[in-house]
T-cell receptor
């Protein structure tokens, strides 16, 4: 089946630093989504991307839909302690995989004040 | 209530028990989903419902039985579970099955 490789698996950064993470796939996706999950809670949607090359921002977060449609990137600028959590990418291939989101393994972000 | 709600938030059950998880979405969406999240594994899609009809069963064992009486409510009936079924069970909804999904807070299930 389809798989998403998300990296890095974990990051330890100082407050104020910028963060970059990415997701790659061996197959094409029509939609890329980025979620954040806090301990004991469900994932919260951060950004949705629908077109190759699309660059979308949500506050300090910026995500891009890779031009090959096989990757996506998430950047967080000027990190703060509440950015701590697990970040997941998810892709939707469309067609016969209707409704099936494939998730990456997650990036665990720790921010030191 | 807003968004997607799930009850109970925590559940401990023995292997011979029967219990049900409930999900309700207040977003006016047409599609609902059950996911399983185990430690150190990606989220696993279990079931998809679109306009109350099941459109996807991702090879889930029959000890998990979903029910979708209308587009706003989704249940997961559990019986004779195994300890390896212990996980966080997440419900999600979306406007259509090709769009962004919104998750509930999950039910933390422990099977003893």
């Amino acid at each position: 089946g389809q798989q998403l490789n998300q990296s890095p698996q974990s990051m330890f950064i100082q407050e104020g630093e910028d963060v970059s993470m990415n997701c790659t796939s061996s197959s094409i996706f029509n939609t890329w989504l980025w979620y954040k999950q806090d301990p004991g809670e469900g994932p919260v949607l951060l950004i949705a991307l629908y077109k190759a090359g699309e660059l979308t921002s949500n506050g300090r977060l910026t995500a891009q839909f890779g031009i090959t449609r096989k990757d996506s990137f998430l950047n967080i600028s000027a990190s703060i302690p509440s950015d701590v959590g697990i970040y997941f990418c998810a892709g939707h291939a469309g067609g016969t995989s209707y409704g099936k989101l494939t998730f990456g393994q997650g990036t665990i972000l720790t921010v030191h004040p | 209530e807003t968004g997607v709600t799930q009850t109970p938030r925590h559940l401990v059950m023995g292997m011979t028990n029967k219990k049900s998880l409930k999900c309700e979405q207040h977003l006016g969406h047409n599609a609902m989903y059950w996911y399983k999240q185990s430690a150190k594994k990606p989220l696993e899609l279990m079931f998809v419902y679109n306009f109350k009809e099941q459109t996807e069963n991702n090879s889930v064992p029959s000890r998990f039985s979903p029910e979708c009486p209308n587009s706003s409510h989704l249940f997961l009936h559990l019986h004779t579970l195994q300890p390896e079924d212990s996980a966080l069970y997440l419900c999600a909804s979306s406007q259509g099955t090709g769009y962004e999904q919104y998750f509930g807070p999950g039910t933390r299930l422990t099977v003893t």
